[in-house]
């Protein structure tokens, strides 16, 4: 019996893992414990998603999140209630998914003698002051088990020197977390009559000691207006705290943009179908959306996903000024509605991922 630890703490890796969750409860040689970090503490961002997907309660929440926490503050606390955990648990296996704080507890872990696997590993930006680019380089250079959610992704940690033997293919967890989605959606008809604004990436809005970039902010809030004008529908912005502790600093005015509150899984899988389109910098919204068929237009300069812009799923739009790329997304946008162009999902893998992750981390 080998007993594995998963250890995770934000919202969206919780959507990640829920199918890997479940299948390490189901297998008869595994004992699943989950740790909860608590860094995403309020319940619309972790709460909700345990209900709506089915997720059992954690085993342990270890609550370093909070308000006003620097990420070193919420990195060094972790580590040693995690470390403490695991003196006591004994895991053959630490497994994490992503690029969150969380994940940079793999390095001290790994420091106490603990073997780690890391799903949605190899994916790079080139960005080496992103905060989750930092993460996910470190994390995929102390793990055993190293699990690739495309091909680029393993070549990326090929050039890195990390060795083949750790390298695992095995496609992207999202997809059959949405299949009942998408199966839900078969028959019903996209309303198509609002945007979907998701902004809430550290380049965007500022990270640890560096300014808040008022200058990309600004031009997010630019192009969704000049959207709303051209398009004649009204544009819906989530409001995360982080972010809308940025527009109050800067006091940028909105202009015609909504604010919507946060919501359930079930909830905003419905509000990405039916949006005309999506404005989003979440790495999520390079999947969700495609499997939904519904546009996005990415506000970065770069993404550790260009396998989504490849097949016409999203377009990237330059933050630091009005550019080409702004009447490149417009034209994006009516070539998808066209059919000029068609998106390709094969990138995203067979939707039999998270069985492929257990049955390995079972058999090593």
């Not at 550290?202 to 031009?219: D, T």
């Not at 809030?221 to 409001?239: G, R, T």
């Amino acid at each position: 019996m080998k007993r594995i630890v998963t250890i995770t703490g934000i919202r969206p890796d919780f959507i990640r893992m829920s199918e890997v969750f479940k299948k390490l409860d189901e297998h008869p040689q595994i004992d699943h414990i989950m740790i909860h970090t608590g860094q995403h503490y309020d319940e619309l961002l972790s709460g909700v998603f345990f209900k709506d997907l089915s997720i059992r309660k954690p085993d342990y929440n270890l609550n370093v999140g909070g308000q006003g926490k620097e990420h070193y503050h919420v990195s060094c606390e972790a580590s040693i209630k995690a470390i403490d955990l695991l003196r006591k648990i004994k895991p053959d296996y630490v497994v994490f998914l992503g690029d969150a704080n969380t994940v940079s507890l793999s390095l001290p872990i790994k420091r106490d003698g603990w073997k780690i696997a890391h799903i949605e590993a190899g994916m790079r930006n080139g960005n080496e002051w992103m905060p989750e680019e930092i993460n996910r380089v470190a994390c995929n250079h102390v793990s055993n088990l190293l699990f690739a959610y495309h091909s680029d992704n393993r070549d990326n940690m090929i050039r890195e020197n990390i060795s083949t033997d750790r390298i695992y293919v095995v496609g992207n967890t999202i997809v059959e977390i949405c299949k009942p989605f998408i199966e839900k959606y078969k028959n019903v008809k996209k309303r198509e009559d609002y945007i979907l604004v998701d902004i809430h990436r550290s380049e965007n809005i500022g990270v640890g000691s560096l300014p808040i970039p008022e200058n990309k902010l600004k031009n997010i809030v630019k192009y969704v207006n000049q959207c709303i004008d051209k398009y004649n529908i009204p544009a819906k912005m989530l409001k995360f705290p982080r972010t809308m502790r940025a527009i109050e600093k800067l006091n940028i005015d909105l202009g015609k943009i909504e604010l919507i509150d946060l919501m359930g899984y079930n909830d905003y899988m419905d509000t990405q179908y039916h949006s005309k389109f999506m404005i989003s910098d979440s790495g999520t919204s390079h999947e969700e959306p495609a499997l939904l068929n519904t546009p996005v237009v990415v506000p970065r300069l770069y993404t550790e996903r260009p396998q989504s812009i490849d097949n016409y799923c999203s377009i990237l739009l330059n933050t630091d000024k009005e550019d080409l790329s702004w009447q490149q997304s417009h034209l994006y946008l009516k070539n998808y509605w066209n059919r000029t162009i068609t998106p390709n999902l094969e990138w995203l893998g067979d939707g039999k991922t998270a069985g492929r992750i257990v049955n390995i981390i079972a058999n090593s």
